[in-house]
Structure formats: structure tokens, C-alpha cells
T-cell receptor, first 115, second 113 residues
Framework: GAGVSQSPSNKVTEKGKDVELRCDPISGHTALYWYRQRLGQGLEFLIYFQGNSAPDKSGLPSDRFSAERTGESVSTLTIQRTQQEDSAVYLC?????????????FGSGTRLTVV | GDSVTQMEGPVTLSEEAFLTINCTYTATGYPSLFWYVQYPGEGLQLLLKATKADDKGSNKGFEATYRKETTSFHLEKGSVQVSDSAVYFCALSEAGGYNKLIFGAGTRLAVHP
């Protein structure tokens, strides 16, 4: 597609429920990143995909968080047993083979609110 | 590990004022440096970048120079407009590794007429 698409744009969930967030990167972009942005704060790195593999998962905050990518395209970020501290905007970005010189293209994010 | 520190906001300016937002970094090797902008209600957009020492990135009247000796990448604009009101993020892309971006905390800029 023309840009990075994320869905849903907004999600309100009850504490303890599981949620799935989806990212459709730009076609042909092999690198895909997930970030989290808490209110009033900067972006925290969560996980990096190169193709379908995730060589860097160092930012996932706990084992309640997991992500996968299939077909070198769509990625889903799953949060199990959500907690109130998981409330944030979750951003996805993609780039051609890592964005060292070109930067990344970000999606508009999914705003997750855990009540 | 690598990190980015940028000046705290909010920064409030009158239209046509001069803008500086300070950014310093800590990194091993030679990272690439970026400024991203987040306008109200929108996603992050790349504003400018510099990939090596002494490079100057520029876009939309904004400039930043990669200063290796001071490990800085300060954002400047000579005359701000109301439409520049946004949150500005300084970021680095690690040298080697997986090129993940490491962001500063962001600086909110409010420009008044």
C-alpha cells in the first residue's frame, strides 16, 4: 500500500483481556518495527522484524507481549492479560532493509486504553 | 547503551521567532541522526536526517548539523510559523546492529500568532 496501515485506530479493553494489534507495512519493506508511546513520553522500542524473523525482541516489556509477522508483510502485536500500564499508543514502522540512511515510515498508531 | 537527550518542553514562541531545540546523544560508533515531527492528531514524519559527521540536514526551513565533537544534533529554524506547532523528536539509528531508532522524549513546540 501507499503507507503503513495500523488497525484498529482505537481500542478500549477491560483489564485482563487479550488484544491484537495489526500492522500492514509498505509493500516491499522487509524491516518492520513496533514502538510504544506512553502519554507525554518518547517512543520505546519493542521489537524488530527482518522478513518474518525477529532478531531483536529486546524491548518487549514482559512475556505478556508477543509479535509475529507472516509473508514478510502483516505483523500482529498481541498483549495478553492486559494491564492498565499497557495503555499507550502502539506505533508500527517499516523501512527497506533497515532504515539507517532513509529513516522509517510510521503508521498512525493504535491507541490502546485498558480500563 | 545508546541514548538521546533533548531539551524539555513545552517551548512557547511567537510567530517569526528563532527556534532552537537541543539534542545530544550517546552512542558507540557513528550513528545516523534524525528529527521526526508529530503534528496534532497525526503520525510521526521524518523531518530531516544526517548520516555522518558535519552533515547538515534541512527541510521546510529547519536545519540540524551532525556535530561529532559535541555529540549534538540541535534543531534550528530562523522564523517559526503557527503551523510548526508540533512535538519534535530527536532520534538516532545505531551503527551496525539492526538499525532500530532510539528516540528522545520529545519537545512540544507551541507557536502563537
Amino acid at each position: 500500500g501507499a503507507g503503513v496501515s495500523q488497525s484498529p485506530s482505537n481500542k478500549v479493553t477491560e483489564k485482563g483481556k487479550d488484544v491484537e494489534l495489526r500492522c500492514d507495512p509498505i509493500s516491499g519493506h522487509t524491516a518492520l518495527y513496533w514502538y510504544r508511546q506512553r502519554l507525554g513520553q518518547g517512543l520505546e522500542f519493542l521489537i524488530y522484524f527482518q522478513g518474518n524473523s525477529a532478531p531483536d525482541k529486546s524491548g518487549l516489556p514482559s512475556d505478556r507481549f508477543s509479535a509475529e509477522r507472516t509473508g514478510e508483510s502483516v505483523s500482529t502485536l498481541t498483549i495478553q492479560r492486559t494491564q492498565q500500564e499497557d495503555s499507550a499508543v502502539y506505533l508500527c514502522a517499516s523501512s527497506l532493509a533497515g532504515g539507517r540512511t532513509g529513516g522509517y515510515t510510521f503508521g498512525s498508531g493504535t491507541r490502546l486504553t485498558v480500563v | 547503551g545508546d541514548s538521546v537527550t533533548q531539551m524539555e518542553g513545552p517551548v512557547t514562541l511567537s510567530e517569526e521567532a528563532f527556534l532552537t531545540i537541543n539534542c545530544t546523544y550517546t552512542a558507540t560508533g557513528y550513528p545516523s541522526l534524525f528529527w521526526y515531527v508529530q503534528y496534532p492528531g497525526e503520525g510521526l514524519q521524518l523531518l530531516l536526517k544526517a548520516t555522518k559527521a558535519d552533515d547538515k540536514g534541512s527541510n521546510k526551513g529547519f536545519e540540524a548539523t551532525y556535530r561529532k565533537e559535541t555529540t549534538s544534533f540541535h534543531l534550528e529554524k530562523g522564523s517559526v510559523q503557527v503551523s510548526d506547532s508540533a512535538v519534535y523528536f530527536c532520534a538516532l539509528s545505531e551503527a551496525g546492529g539492526y538499525n532500530k531508532l532510539i528516540f528522545g522524549a520529545g519537545t512540544r513546540l507551541a507557536v502563537h500568532p
